[in-house]
Each structure stands twice: as C-alpha cells, then as structure tokens.
C-alpha cells in the first residue's frame, strides 16, 4: 500500500540552528500539507502546497518557514534558526487531489523535532 | 471560525464492549467534511472515516460508525467490540469547503483493557 515516508524520524537540533524535514508524498498525488503537533497538544495545520506554490497557510507559518518541492518527489520544511517552542512532531501529508470535503489525507508517520 | 472540541481526555473500555468518543464542531458554514483519525503510540495518523455536512445516512466504517448529529453540531465516533489494538490517541477533524485544512481537536487516549 502507498505510504508517505518522512524522514529522520527524529532529529535533535541546537537552538539558532536551520533544519530541514523531508517527506516523500505518494506518487500520484499532487496536493502537500504539513502539520505539527506540540506534545500533548492537537495538530495544526501549517500550510498546504500545489503546483510548486503555496495554496494556504496558517499563522504559524511565518517568515521562519519555508516550503519545497525540489524534485519530483520529495517535499521539504525549512525551519530557520530554530527556537524551543519549535519542538514538536511535524507531519507531512498528501492527496490526490484538492483537499475538499471527502478527500482523505494522507499522513506519514511524523518527525519528532527536538530543539535543545 | 472553525472549532473543534472533544471533551474527554481519557476514555477505557473493555475489550469486546463498545465505546463512544465525543466531538462537537463549530462553523457558520453549511458545507464541510468531518473526519476521524487514529494515532497509536507509533505516533503516525490513520485515518478512520469520513462525513459530510450533506449526507444523509450515518458513515460506516467496519468497527466505525459515526453519529452525526447535525442540529447538535455533533460527531461522536462509535467503536464497537474494541480491541486491545484500538488503544491510541483519537482526533476528530473538520475541513470546510474553500480551505486545505484540517482542524483537529485536541483528542481523546482510548484504552481497551483485557
């Protein structure tokens, strides 16, 4: 069955430092998302991207944040000089198509980002 | 705004009963989706079913069922005859027409005990 692969599955990261997460969504699907979870909080949305623009963001997708699709199949986030409330599990997500009302999402298994 | 609310932090069954996770929903609009998702300990998000605003029959899925209540803007998910591996974290979502987004609730830990 086709998954979304994100990879590391847990990075450990100094204050100030640039990190990038990287997520390869199923083949097929054109529609991106990233999400995060602070532990023991609920996910947010952070932005969404389609044909190599972002569709929609949140607030918390700031100046900090960026987006990318750098080839065919990967998809990455870029979180400059990274702070400690960015600690978090960031989930990438993928769709075939526009995420209306009955489209599922489908969820990798998540990079837990800790910054000391 | 959209809003979703899921009032209980812990939930335990025992294995073989049936169980209800509660959600309610906020949102002026009267088109959106209604989703469940399921995140065992392994951390990653499974979805579990879908309802639309629209639809007019209660979604299915297996052991899932949701109850949609619409006057009450409520979307309980019914487990029945649970299972140990039904122990996890279970979000409920909303997506409303025009936005990417899912907005999720802050969860409920299910435990199904022997």
């Known amino acids: 069955e086709p998954e979304v692969t994100q990879t590391p599955s847990h990075q450990v990261t100094q204050m100030g430092q640039e990190v990038i997460l990287r997520c390869v969504p199923i083949s097929n699907h054109l529609y991106f998302y990233w999400y995060r979870q602070i532990l023991g909080q609920k996910v947010e949305f952070l932005v969404s991207?389609?044909?190599?623009?972002?569709?929609?963001k949140s607030e918390i997708f700031d100046d900090q944040f960026s987006v990318e699709r750098p080839d065919g199949s990967n998809f990455t986030l870029k979180i400059r000089s990274t702070k400690l409330e960015d600690s978090a599990m960031y989930f990438c997500?993928?769709?075939?198509?526009?995420?209306?009302?009955?489209?599922?999402?489908?969820f990798g298994q998540g990079t837990r980002l800790t910054v000391v | 705004a959209q809003k979703i609310t899921q009032t209980q932090p812990g939930m335990f069954v025992q294995e073989k009963e049936a169980v209800t996770l509660d959600c309610t929903y906020d949102t002026s609009d009267p088109s959106y989706g209604l989703f469940w998702y399921k995140q065992p300990s392994s951390g990653e998000m499974i979805f579990l079913i879908y309802q639309g605003s629209y639809d007019q029959q209660n979604a299915t899925e297996g052991r899932y069922s949701l109850n949609f209540q619409k006057a009450r803007k409520s979307a309980n998910l019914v487990i029945s005859a649970s299972q140990l591996g039904d122990s996890a974290m279970y979000f409920c979502a909303m997506r409303t027409e025009g936005f990417q987004k899912l907005v999720f609730g802050t969860g409920t830990r299910l435990l199904v005990s022997p």
């Open positions: 997500a993928s769709s075939e198509i526009p995420a209306g009302m009955n489209t599922e999402a489908f």
């Open positions: 991207f389609y044909n190599n623009e972002i569709s929609e």
